[in-house]
């Protein structure tokens, strides 16, 4: 299963078939249109200052992309609807790759930071440092991420994933992130319960199975205290969720 | 820690934060101590309701009122989303008879300025549509609103200490300290505490402090236990109490000794929070100061709520929980000097009235404290 239709993501043969000769890339900053199935939509070919993109007048018309005429202004960008259209440039270090893209999701990377470099299908591929976050007005609210990853990976690279210790959620059912459990932790809540009235961590569909334990973790770090001197959180009926006529004794109460 | 302060408040749920908070922006130098945490005892383990209907026309009504327009900017004011929404209410009649109680009230709060309506069971519907259609209507209140009570206590507290309160969690108050017969401070298990005021905000656990200087307070605990489902998309438009409710609080010799939900209190009272799950409560027992929930009365507050409200059948229970509310013989609070014992201020014994009151007592109480 392979493919586009199948699976919402290019395969390689896909990919390979829109992506620029090397070379060009080597030259500098160039659209990457990844654009393969026959739709109709052209908002690509007026975003294009230089006159770079052509769908023509039968709109399902895959865009063509003269790669002389782009200049890897980026601009293209932003005006697909369908996020498929990065920018790649082989052309500022010898062994680096600058690798453009939508990123739709909050919170936004930093500058500097280091993130996950993943493919078309969220694999991760590499690690790779943000060169730049374009939240500019005439990016209209989908911000434009710039990573520099080795050369070897630009084909692949074509979105990314936070790897900050705050991304991480202790608490599934009410997303609770490690960093707000740490934050109650520093204000003084010194149990699961405290920990719980500040965050809602445990207040969830499991009723804490599942982080009561990464929690007391937590707190015992933060508290120089063994894990086993965390006091555990109050269990209350019912062990199982249950349905409000089976607890009622209705006819369904088998 | 400074061993002097104005105001020592004791006591960190919704009622002692809110007069931390009131006490604090009035300029005082104000020290709350729980020998817990914000919000541990029964602030932690309660509903969020904010119902004007319920209350007795009279000074009990008159203070809600005023606490109900307090709580139209409080979230603004204490730069805290305490999860206030002016939803409205519903007080759901099952039978004529009923009705007529609710008819008998509405008169009556109708005179002291609250509009409450009392709509059939078809024109109930058409803004409740998961209500029963064989119950007899409801009497509905547009005053009526809800709010998260763990966060209104949280969001107090933090404002307080902006204000520059001190907000001191985990001490535990052993006595009051007295001398030339006035109250000046606290022992607590790390040291005395000496202050002009000390308000004491304890509910449930309110009497101990005062059995040593002979005064009895009638604060008992009554446990009502709550269950809390799945969250669920938005299907309940208000709060929603049933007549029960009323019956069990105002009228407890028309209760049926021999009938289990009327032995156990249970009058329904459902809400639904900003995160979805459903709080279907409640009952209304005394069993001292055992928080434990009990299959008995899970499953009386279960079929209660499945009578009103039939289609909530087949929706999960995650969780139930029991807290103790602190009951008067009169159904209302404590508040005030205390005769024979100046420097003490009582802020206790609101039973299901506690969020309701709880600005409008810290408001007041601040006043005292001249």
Known sequence: MEGVKLTGALSAAEAASVFPPNER??????????????????????????????????????PRLDLDKCQGCGLCLSKCPGLAIFLVDASKSATEALVMFPYEYLPLPAADEIVDGVDRTGRFVTKARVVKVDTGAQREGTAIVTLAVPKQYMHDVRSMRLVAPGEVFLCRC?????????????EGAKTVVAVKMRTRAGMGLCQGRTCRRL??????EETGQSP???????SRAPVRTLSLEALAGGDDNE | MSNKAEVIVIGGGVIGTSVAYYAAKAGKRVVLLDRGDIAAGTSGACDGFIIMQSKNPGPHLDLAMQSAALYRTLAAELDYDIEYMPCGGMIVAESEKQAQLLQGLIAKQKQAGLQVELLPIAQARQSEPLLAADLWGAAYCANDAQVNPIRLAQGFAQA???????????????????????????????????????????????????????????????????????????????????????????HPEELDPTDR??????????????????????????????????????????????????????????????????????????????????????????????????????????????
């Open chain 2, 160 to 250: 307080a200490r902006r204000l520059g309160a001190q907000i001191r969690p985990g001490v535990e108050v052993q006595a009051l300290l007295e001398e030339n017969g006035r109250v000046c401070g606290v022992k607590t298990g790390q040291g005395e505490l000496r202050a002009d005021y000390v308000v004491n905000a304890t509910g449930v656990w309110a009497p101990t402090l005062l059995s040593p200087f002979g005064i009895e307070l009638p604060i008992k605990p009554r446990r009502g236990q709550i269950l809390v489902t799945e969250p669920l998309p938005p299907m309940l438009n208000h709060v929603l109490l049933c007549a029960c409710y009323l019956i069990a609080k105002y």
């Open chain 2, 261 to 370: 939900q009327h032995r156990l209190g249970v009058g329904l009272a459902v809400e639904q929070t900003a995160h979805g799950s459903l709080l279907i409560g409640s009952t209304r027992e005394f069993a001292g100061f055992d928080r434990k929930t009990t299959l008995a009365g899970i499953e009386a507050v279960a079929q209660h709520a499945r009578r009103i409200l039939p289609a909530l059948a087949k929706v999960n229970i995650i969780r139930t929980f029991a807290g103790l509310r602190p009951h008067t013989p009169d159904g209302l609070p404590i508040l005030g000097p205390v005769e024979g014992l100046p420097g003490l201020i009582m802020a206790a014994g609101h039973e299901g009235d506690g969020i309701a009151l709880a600005p409008i007592t810290g408001q007041k109480v601040a006043e005292y404290l001249k």
């Open chain 1, 215 to 220: 929690i007391s973790r937590v707190i015992a």
């Open chain 1, 174 to 186: 009410c997303e609770v992130s490690e960093t707000e459990v740490r934050q109650a932790v520093r």
């Open chain 1, 25 to 62: 890339a080597e030259r500098g900053p160039v659209a990457v249109i990844e654009c393969v199935q026959q739709i109709p939509c052209n908002p690509c070919e007026k975003a294009c200052p230089f006159g770079a993109i052509e769908v023509g007048p039968d709109i399902t018309n895959l």
């Open chain 1, 228 to 234: 086993a001197d965390i006091l555990p959180p109050t």
